[in-house]
Every structure is written in C-alpha cells, then in structure tokens.
C-alpha cells in the first residue's frame, strides 16, 4: 500500500494570486494544472514561476509564502 502525496492546490493559489492581480488577468487551466497571469507572460505550475520583471517576482514571493502555509 501506498500513501500518494495531496496534489498541490493550484486553484487556491490562483485564488490568491487573483486577490493582487485582477481575475481577468489570472487564468487557471486545469488540463494542464497551471496558472497563466497576463496572457502567459508569467506562468506557474508546482514547481515554481516562469517569467521576468516585478510582476514574476511578486508572484514568485506569493507562491513561495503559499507553499510555506501549505508547510
């Protein structure tokens, strides 16, 4: 028997990421379990951000503080 990891709660995330951003601009896509903010310039998966400039960098500081309140 084997005891699988909880998966990780990409639409909370997006959830809270959509509290900065305004929801037009976070998209949460399910097939794909990512997040898309401002059209694709900035995407987020559970492995971290892909993306450059101060809005990456935002996103990336409430990802890593939404993976330590996971902790």
Known sequence: MTV?????P???LAERISKIFSKGHVQYIEDQNIISIL?????????????????????KKIFD????DLE
Not at 44 to 53: K, Y
């Open 4 to 8: 699988e990891e909880e998966p990780f």
């Open 10 to 12: 990409m639409e909370a």
């Open 39 to 59: 059209g694709g310039k900035i995407i987020v998966d559970e492995n971290g951000v892909r993306g450059s400039g101060p809005s990456a960098e935002r996103v």
């Open 65 to 68: 503080q939404f993976k330590m």
